[in-house]
């Protein structure tokens, strides 16, 4: 039997796929599996899913929103600012960066995590160059010459193909888990992608 692998498509600016983040990483921890990490411009897939980015939704949606932040950001015990100073902003560069270390074949977890973090926790702009820069420096990366790596050609095609790919999947919001096939859509679906993982176990 092969190591389970989840497929993590997700949006680095996602506050959901930040708050599942270390829940997911104990579940794939505690399991054995790989994660494949595919950060996507899912604005983009908003387009052919119906998806509306949140400050287009009806003030009823937006104002339920935060309180489901605050249910989860309680429940997951994950630091939470729901309204952050830089929220939306343009999340490319630090999608980049997340290629840009899997490329260079290393674990792009603590790095993705702290670009979510730098938003929803920290206040910071994942817009700014200096600032996905120092974070990256932050995380044991030469951010400098990472950076110069993230807007090569190759690694901005890999976050369009990943973003087709999830249109191609019939994903419509982030973030999305996918475990031999199945689809598990949100971080409060996190607990119904264990069972899937135990019961592969057990086979």
């Avoid at 995380?139 to 999830?166: C, H, K, M, V, W």
Wanted: proline letters at 6%; hydrophobic letters at 40%.
């Amino acid at each position: 039997m092969g190591t389970p692998t989840v497929f993590y498509h997700y949006a680095v600016l996602s506050p959901f796929s930040y708050l599942g983040v270390p829940t997911l990483r104990a579940i794939i921890g505690r399991h054995g599996a790989d994660l494949v990490y595919k950060p996507v411009d899912f604005f983009e897939v908003f387009k052919t899913s119906g998806g509306v980015p949140v400050h287009e939704r009806a003030p009823q949606r937006q104002a339920y929103r935060l309180i489901e932040l605050r249910r989860c950001a309680d429940w997951r015990g994950v630091e939470l600012n729901i309204e952050p100073n830089f929220f939306p902003a343009d999340q490319t560069k630090a999608s980049l960066m997340v290629l840009a270390a899997i490329a260079e074949g290393r674990d792009p977890a603590d790095l993705n995590f702290a670009y979510q973090r730098a938003v929803w926790a920290e206040q910071r702009d994942i817009a700014d160059r200096d600032t996905v820069i120092a974070i990256a420096a932050e995380q044991d990366f030469d951010g400098g010459a990472l950076y110069e790596r993230s807007q090569q050609p190759g690694i901005i095609a890999q976050y369009a193909a990943n973003t087709q790919e999830a249109v191609a999947l019939n994903l419509f919001g982030p973030p999305s888990y996918i475990f031999e096939g199945e689809l598990f859509w949100g971080q409060d679906r996190l607990e119904f992608l264990d069972r899937a993982l135990e019961k592969k176990a057990r086979r």
